[in-house]
């Protein structure tokens, strides 16, 4: 079950890059590695995007979105530097998990993609 009391002072985020750096990479290869904890992955997801709301997503444009065992991982598109950290800002508050952690990384493309990870139960 996941626990509903917010927490935002639980994340961590990376400057604008325009490669993944190494604890980016390291998180995208144990997040391949987990496999799908149906009684929580479904619950997890349903309950990120009920806290994606429109206002939290302006000016972002959604990607994807996927929950393992211990870990989601989210991806979103920004038109900017500007619009991509009050993204971060917004869903950070936006959030209603106690007992996890947010780590959120930037890459440069065209434009500004956020790898968000969202762990279950803490840092990972």
Not at 17 to 41: A, C, I, T, V
Not at 73 to 92: P, Q, T, V
Not at 112 to 122: A, H, L, Q
Request: glycine share 4%; net charge positive.
């Amino acid at each position: 079950k996941i626990d509903k009391k917010p927490n935002p002072s639980r994340s961590k985020s990376t400057p604008i890059d325009s490669k993944p750096s190494g604890r980016h990479l390291y998180l995208m290869r144990e997040f391949n590695k987990e496999q799908r904890d149906p009684s929580w992955s479904g619950e997890a997801m349903v309950q990120i995007m009920d806290s994606i709301s429109k206002e939290v997503a302006q000016k972002s444009e959604f990607l994807s979105m996927d929950c393992r065992t211990t870990f989601c991982r989210i991806r979103f598109e920004h038109e900017n530097k500007s619009s991509a950290g009050g993204f971060i800002k917004r869903l950070s508050k936006a959030l209603t998990w106690s007992n996890s952690t947010l780590e959120v990384f930037f890459t440069q493309e065209a434009k500004i993609i956020t790898d968000i990870f969202i762990f279950r139960g803490g840092e990972f």
